[in-house]
């Protein structure tokens, strides 16, 4: 039985913005063509444990980044908790590059290992192909050569970034 669709309060969602050199380096013609950025999305869904899910919101998206920052290919992540059951969460890491599928398989494991303190039962994971449009703080700008001002791009970002 399927049940009418609610959508998320943005409150509840963490994004993190792509890194400008991975996001623009790893066009095909055709996606540079359709303003599109090809990523490679590896979704773990998962219930979190009780003691564990409020904490889980905020610690997750730091863990992750500081865990894989520094791996070719990881372009960023998302922590997106359901509206409905506050310890229904979506866990999201996106990789770029010619080799995303493959640098996205060979994380697969760390990404795992640092959910599994939160993690009561997992329910799903997946790998996906996702189309991401430019946004304008992902695009090169060679006019641009203020980092203040890039720092400003990327914190309205993270203001305005919605997931549904």
């Known amino acids: 039985m399927a049940s009418p669709m609610r959508h998320a309060s943005t ?15 790893a066009h095909s013609t055709a996606s540079a063509a359709a303003g599109n950025s ?19 919101q905020t610690a997750i998206p730091s863990a992750i980044i500081s865990a894989l920052q520094e791996v070719t290919g990881f372009a960023g992540c998302l922590v997106m ?9 979506t866990v999201v890491t996106l ?11 060979e994380n697969a494991r760390w990404v795992h290992a640092l959910l599994a303190p939160y993690v009561d039962r997992r329910l799903r994971v997946q790998t996906l192909v996702a189309h991401l449009p ?12 203020d ?7 990327l914190a309205t970002a993270r203001e305005t970034v919605c997931v549904a």
């Open 11 to 25: 409150t509840n969602n963490v994004a993190f913005p792509f890194p400008k050199a991975s996001a623009s380096a």
């Open 38 to 56: 090809p990523v490679t999305a590896l979704s773990v869904e998962f219930v979190a444990k009780p003691q564990e899910a409020r904490r889980a």
């Open 81 to 89: 908790v359901s509206d409905q059951e506050a310890r229904l969460l």
């Open 95 to 105: 990789w770029s590059g010619n080799d995303r599928h493959k640098r996205c398989a």
């Open 134 to 145: 430019l946004l304008p703080i992902l695009s090169s700008d060679s006019d641009r050569d």
């Open 147 to 153: 980092d203040s001002a890039d720092e400003r791009d």
